[in-house]
């Protein structure tokens, strides 16, 4: 259990301190109005069915504490309470973010369900005779603030009944405990763990800080439903440390608010990404099937020469795994291998995973591009650019970027963009727009690597200006993918619905294993240095990222980790 110890602290007020009002978030909306989705079932209807619970995502607020605590070094933090919350639903928690943020968050509130069909809500083995939701035994105090600056914020912890948990934190500036009607605890067989996701405030002397949470298990079978509250503590948490709080649980099997096929296609038609690449793009993408039609060689170890694959992708070997014994590789012809290393951008189209996300409450549209060629790595040191001959190379490039639609609304919430081994989201009120709700996606020169905007961005040791270049700009080439796009998998939506192409189920490797002479090329690195900068040969395999010193051959689409699981930041 949380301690209920006070920490408060006090400013010293004098005639020469000014207070300034703290920024107040602003709401956010899209540049374009949502347009109505064709019908269906759940989808975009602002309730979602969880099983024993029904729940509603609440966006307006009512400022409850706000707190500025280095005096114009960071923004500060404001504490909201839902409001606006519809009759028979109840609070789960308090929401909180950064000032310098826009207001666009969100909170669950939950009502329980009353089924037409009794098994839809009891197969997972409910505790009979239980209610979903009670109202908590009591509050502990976590942590108390009173500042002459900040005035007094207090942080109460509901204290669930026996079998029910917690699922979020209370704000009030006030110290009497909150009433036990102002939220409900949910049945523990109905929860599942959730775990720290991003700090939102430290209190520098004080040992309190306060995390957003996502649940622990993530990914397109997963069940876990986040639930927008925020966790906080005044003892070290670690980033898998089971919580005092929980996230709620998607016991539908039906998924019933996630968009049939149609809505998928208008899904994509109104938020469909343009994809610009570098103006200097030597290595443009194609389709897959130009890829095969312009001599792409499927090779099998201990074999010569390679096979001719098939426009279709028919003769390849599928399923299994990547055990080594099939890999594919340009024309052995050098004209035509140098030709299919440009790529055809009048070919290319995004090809599309569909799949739920966190617990089906959203929906993650997966959009992945083929190059052909992944072009050599751009290294800086300093001030230093050095165009690398070979290192960074290898046929084939699988990248790709990520809608996330929140499916009570069919509202983008955020897109994700691959980043070589990582990547990062971004919530759609950072994010740049073009005809109408369109997100623009920029590709860098060479490594096809996805960011939000234009620039340079260093994959290395940013401290040290050392490693690789990502350039990324606006051009004359790129890819309207809510025109070009061909969907390939959506397994919710049940066998027959979508049919995959026969390359998607190829695991083996999309491109020879390379290996470099690493060696040779940063020893001419080192002799262009200056005396008094030059490192170790040692040191600088330390600064560079792994992939310099080789390439394996990659993978397709479904032998990556976000196939079924969450994307990786």
Known sequence: MLGCECFCWHDKHTDDDEFFPLPVPQPFSLPSPIPDWPSGQGFATGKINLGEL?????????SVWSCDLFRGKAKGVTFYKPVGIPDGFFCLGYYCQPNDHPLRGYVLAARERVASIPEACCDHGSVSGFPALRKPVNYSLIWSSDSLRNGCGFFWLPNAPVGYKAMGILVTDMPEEPSVDEVRCVREDLTETCEIKDAILSVGADPFQVWSTRPCKRGMFCKGVSVGTFFCSTYFVSEDEELEIACLKNLDPTLHAMPDLNQIHALIKHYGARVFFHPDEDYLPSSVQWFFKNGALLCKDG?????????RGSNLPCGGKNDGAFWIDLPGDDRARSNVKKGNLESAELYVHVKPALGGTFTDVVMWIFCPFNGPANLKIGLMNIQMNKLGQHVSDWEHFTLRISNFTGELWQVYFSQHSGGEWVDASDLEYIEGNKPIVYSS?????????????????VKLGIGIRNDAARSKYFVDSSTRYQIIAAEYLGDGVVTEPCWLNYMREWGPTIVYDSRSELDRIINLLPFFVRFSVENIFDLFPTELYGEEGPTGPKEKDNWGGDERC
């Open 54 to 62: 029904e729940v509603v995502k609440i966006t307006e607020f009512e």
């Open 303 to 311: 074999m010569l020469k390679g096979e001719p694959i098939d426009y």
């Open 445 to 461: 020169k060479h490594g096809h690597a996805s960011f939000p905007h234009p620039g340079m961005y260093l994959q290395g040791s």
